[in-house]
């Protein structure tokens, strides 16, 4: 049985592999179209600020991302070139994959499956660009001693996505260490864009534990508004989707101006609950929101503990 499952295993990145090589050609001519958009005036102009909607494109991002942080260290002229990410799966689609191939930023990435990073480590790509893995399952007790190992000071990006704890694991963060320029926010939207609430601190959190839909985790952009402004941060935006909110430092309000939540709500539309039995219902946003009504939900504000 054991070397049964190390077969198996072993296949399992051979095959991932191969998917790899075979999406190279691919990833190459979206770059290629990226890199063409971004040569255009229209893409470039920021003399007047416009919506983030209309810099989106994905090469790797799963939604728009990729051409929304384009646009930002074009703009705002990043100069710390180093980014942090966190809850990358096997790094395929992710918001940080294109910079650090395109803009060949060094990069930190955290995963919480070995399998995931291993498959990454395995990629022939990761030899060619400065990228660090880390696999460990995020907590607030031991977060600034895993960004430690990344040897990073003063960040050009921060990308929290963890479907789970984001909103207690960056209020856990040593800013003013890492200090991004940029940082984006994984907000649940079922949530609303009213109420300051998250999901109750659990340091072991998964969200599919918590609530078979997998509707019930992470925090309202209005919590995360609230949290970053502390820090030193304002609401610029978030991507069309309806899951990232973006955030810059107090400094750079002299050139993007800031955003309220009403500015930059987006109710998701994908259809991504389950059913108790893991299976997607491709059901509505509402039918969602509804599926995690009654659930404890922590309210910043006045500090207690809350039905959604």
Request: proline letters at 2%.
């Amino acid at each position: 049985m054991k070397f049964r499952t190390i077969i198996k295993n072993k296949l399992s990145l051979i095959v991932n592999y191969l998917k790899w090589i075979n999406l190279d050609w691919e990833d190459r001519s979206l770059s290629l179209q990226a890199r063409l958009l971004m040569s255009s005036d229209l893409w470039r102009n920021h003399e007047k600020y416009l919506d983030l909607f209309s810099k989106e494109f994905r090469v790797f991002s799963q939604w728009g991302d990729d051409g929304i942080i384009q646009y930002l260290i074009y703009a705002l002229n990043i100069q710390n070139k180093k980014f942090i990410e966190f809850g990358v799966g096997n790094y395929y689609e992710s918001n940080t994959h294109f910079l650090l191939i395109n803009n060949n930023w060094s990069g930190f990435v955290i995963d919480g499956s070995q399998k995931c990073t291993d498959i990454l480590k395995n990629n022939s790509f990761f030899w060619r660009y400065d990228l660090n893995i880390k696999t460990a399952f995020i907590n607030k007790d031991n977060i600034n001693e895993i960004l430690n190992e990344s040897n990073f000071e003063k960040v050009g990006l921060l990308h929290i996505d963890l479907d789970g704890n984001d909103y207690w694991i960056l209020d856990a963060i040593d800013m003013d260490k890492y200090s991004p320029d940029i940082l984006i926010l994984e907000y649940n939207s079922n949530f609303g864009p009213d109420r300051a609430i998250t999901v109750p601190y659990d340091s072991v959190f998964s969200s599919l534990e918590a609530h078979h839909s997998g509707q019930y985790f992470g925090a309202s952009i209005a919590a995360l508004e609230n949290l970053a402004k502390k820090k030193g941060y304002y609401l610029i935006g978030s991507n069309s989707s309806g899951n990232n909110a973006y955030f810059l430092k107090n400094n750079f309000l002299n050139l993007i101006p800031s955003k309220n939540i009403s500015e930059c709500f987006v109710s998701a539309k994908f259809r991504d609950e389950r059913d108790i039995n893991g299976k997607l219902l491709f059901s509505s946003r509402q039918s969602c929101i509804n599926s995690i009504r009654g659930m404890p939900v922590f309210n910043i504000e006045t500090g207690e503990i809350e039905d959604f």
